[in-house]
């Protein structure tokens, strides 16, 4: 797999990762031995960024990957998060961007995962409540006292970004991004990452599993997979954007691949490192054949033709978590 830089700061990765989430929670029952496996194969395949965060379980997903990466440290680039608070048992507390709890959940996820260094460490959101160069400024510490190697946010205005830069160089910033979701180009978060030589890590490339063509019906979903409550898998927004993976689907049978690889495609080609989510190696396998995949600028056109804002119909979260966003 091509290795890319992601931003400007000396970090490269494979380019695809690969998000874990799914694996410990929100996408239905978990299934620890196949998820070991599907990392296994990333690695085998060349994926090297593998993305987690403390709150994915909450706790439960980094320690999964401690055991996978049991080892073999040295042959994944380890990003995971902090900033959205829990007691060490495991209750959600809130937002917290203030330093203590910072310096205190980098040394829990440590723990959690295993080693003495995170590669990347993003803020999972921005506290409304502390300035971002205080949560910064306590993550930079962190690179100092070699803790971190380098730091990044996820789903931060322009304005925002602009800031924590000034106070550390920032690797990456990640957010959701898709030929279904576009709204960074619209937004300035975009043309700020450009400036500032930032790298962007896609998350939801496949637009929670829209774009792979497979969902068909909004009872697809188990009783607990967050998606029967996503705005953009109910009523009539679910058919308008199954009207648009129809046409994905279609252009996709006229390349040659699937739904998904064009998708993953059309992300790489815009200079993005999709970190596609899934817990089984098929759909691994099938995400990773997307590298091979060209995207043309006539296949670009047809793209834009589709899906010509690359905004989904309904938003991207429930209205409570939509708040949390462009902070």
Known sequence: ?????????????????????????HYGAADETESLATIDRALELGVTLLDTAEGYGPFRN???????????????????????????????????????YI?????????????DHIDLYYLHRVDPDVPVEESVGAMAELVAAGKVGHIGLCEAAPSTIVRAHAVHPLAAVQTEYSLFERGIEHDGVLDTLRELGIGLVAYSPLGRGFLSGAITSPDDFAADDFRRTDPRFQGENFHRNLAVVDQVRRLAAAKGVTPSQLALAWTLRQGAVPIPGTKRRRYLEENV??????????????IDAVAPHGVASGDRYAPELMRSLNG
């Open 103 to 115: 310096r205190r959940s980098a040394d829990r996820s440590l723990r959690h995962l295993g080693t």
């Open 1 to 25: 797999m091509e290795i890319r830089a992601l931003g400007t700061q000396g970090l490269k990765v494979g380019a695809e990762g690969l998000g874990l989430m799914g694996m410990s929670a």
């Open 289 to 302: 054949a997307a590298t091979a995949v060209t995207i043309t600028d006539a296949d670009l056109a047809a």
């Open 62 to 100: 980094e320690q999964l990957l401690g055991r996978a990466l049991a080892g073999r440290r040295a042959s994944a680039v380890i990003a995971t998060k902090t900033g959205v608070e829990f007691t060490d048992d495991g209750a959600f507390v809130g937002h917290n961007g203030g330093p203590e």
